[in-house]
T-cell receptor
C-alpha cells in the first residue's frame, strides 16, 4: 500500500531534550516536506526537500533541522525543543508538482 | 511566493452545490492551483489540481478564469461527510525552489 508513515504519532517531552520525528514514504517520490499545524494558523511549511541531499527552508524553519540521506526518509530533528514547538506535525511526499500524500501526523507536546 | 486568500468559513445544507473561491493575485506563470481537504487530526487529502479553464474529476470541479488570479472549487450536492477544511494552494516547480503555502483554509460545515 502506498503510504507515508510517521513515528511517533504522539510525543510528550521536556524543553531542551533533543528529539527526532521520522518520516518514510514507499512511493519513490522525489519531493518531501514537513509542515506544522497550529489552531488559527493553518498549515505552515517547515522544510522541504526536492531530492536526496537537497533541502531548503520553508516558512517556519527556526528551531528545526532536516536531512535527506535516502530518498524514502526525511526525518525532522528538534535539537533543543521549546514549548512554542508544541504542535501537530505532518510529513508529505509527492512526485514533483503533483498531489502531495500526507502522513497521519505527529502530535508533539513540549513541557 | 504566491499566497492565497479564502473565506474563513462557509455553511451549506446537505444536497446543495458549494462554491469556495480562492484569491491568488500574485500567481506566477508556472504555478498550478491545487485544492486539498482536511478532516480533524488527519493529514490533508488531494482533491483537484488545474492550471487554467475548467477541470473536473469524480468529486469536484475547479474553475479558473483567464487571468488566473482566482479559482473556484465546486462541490456538487454536498453531504455531511464533506464537512472539513478546504485549502487552496498555489505553487509549482521552479528552479531551486518549491515551497508551498497552505494558508488557513475554509472551514465548510454541512448542515442536515
Amino acid at each position: 500500500e502506498a503510504q507515508v508513515t510517521q513515528n511517533p504519532r504522539y510525543l510528550i517531552t521536556v524543553t531542551g531534550k533533543k528529539l527526532t520525528v521520522t518520516c518514510s514514504q514507499n512511493m519513490n517520490h522525489e519531493y518531501m516536506s514537513w509542515y506544522r499545524q497550529d489552531p488559527g494558523l493553518g498549515l505552515r511549511q517547515i522544510y522541504y526537500s526536492m531530492n536526496v541531499e537537497v533541502t531548503d527552508k520553508g516558512d517556519v524553519p527556526e528551531g528545526y533541522k532536516v536531512s535527506r540521506k535516502e530518498k524514502r526518509n526525511f526525518p525532522l530533528i528538534l535539537e533543543s525543543p521549546s514549548p512554542n514547538q508544541t504542535s501537530l506535525y505532518f510529513c508529505a511526499s509527492s512526485r514533483g508538482r503533483s498531489e502531495q500524500f500526507f502522513g497521519p501526523g505527529t502530535r508533539l507536546t513540549v513541557l | 511566493l504566491a499566497k492565497t486568500t479564502q473565506p474563513i468559513s462557509m455553511d451549506s445544507y446537505e444536497g446543495q452545490e458549494v462554491n469556495i473561491t480562492c484569491s491568488h493575485n500574485n500567481i506566477a506563470t508556472n504555478d498550478y492551483i491545487t485544492w486539498y481537504q482536511q478532516f480533524p487530526s488527519q493529514g490533508p487529502r488531494f482533491i483537484i489540481q488545474g492550471y487554467k479553464t475548467k477541470v473536473t474529476n469524480e468529486v469536484a470541479s475547479l474553475f479558473i478564469p483567464a487571468d488566473r488570479k482566482s479559482s473556484t472549487l465546486s462541490l456538487p450536492r454536498v453531504s455531511l461527510s464533506d464537512t472539513a477544511v478546504y485549502y487552496c494552494l498555489v505553487g509549482g516547480l521552479k528552479t531551486g525552489a518549491n515551497n508551498l503555502f497552505f494558508g488557513t483554509g475554509t472551514r465548510l460545515t454541512v448542515i442536515p
